[in-house]
């Protein structure tokens, strides 16, 4: 397993920007699928993006394709996730996750949890 501890959140109007970023600890990080989740008040946790072990594969929810993108420096144990043109449907305490499998948007594979960065975005 992997520790994660996210950053980067914050409290922005709709249509700005923001860069999450999570750090991980452990040599094992090169091998796992990375995986941006998040979870509004009252809702359940949703997958929002992953990216393979490698980083040649990217995955999205339909709700933030295009506008939100992941990425990964493996050299520097580090995933970010970039978000443009944030909408107030955005705001949400942001997860990011590391696994093994390939089932990208099932949390249950995903076996490390970082402890959230809160994303609030005004209108």
């Known amino acids: 397993q992997v520790q994660l501890v996210e950053s980067g959140g914050g409290s922005v109007q709709a249509g700005d920007s923001l860069r999450l970023s999570c750090e991980a600890s452990g040599r094992a990080f090169k091998s796992y699928a990375m995986g941006w989740f998040r979870q509004a008040p009252g809702k359940e946790r949703e997958f929002v993006a992953a990216i393979s072990w490698s980083g040649e594969s990217t995955y999205y929810a339909r709700s933030v394709k295009g506008r939100f993108t992941i990425s990964r420096d493996n050299a520097r144990n580090m995933v970010y996730l970039q978000m443009n043109s944030l909408k107030p449907e955005d705001t949400a305490v942001y997860y990011c996750?590391?696994?093994?499998?390939?089932?990208?948007?099932?949390?249950?594979?995903?076996?490390?949890w970082g402890q959230g960065t809160q994303v609030t975005v005004s209108s």
């Open positions: 996750a590391a696994g093994g499998g390939s089932d990208y948007p099932n949390p249950n594979q995903y076996g490390s």
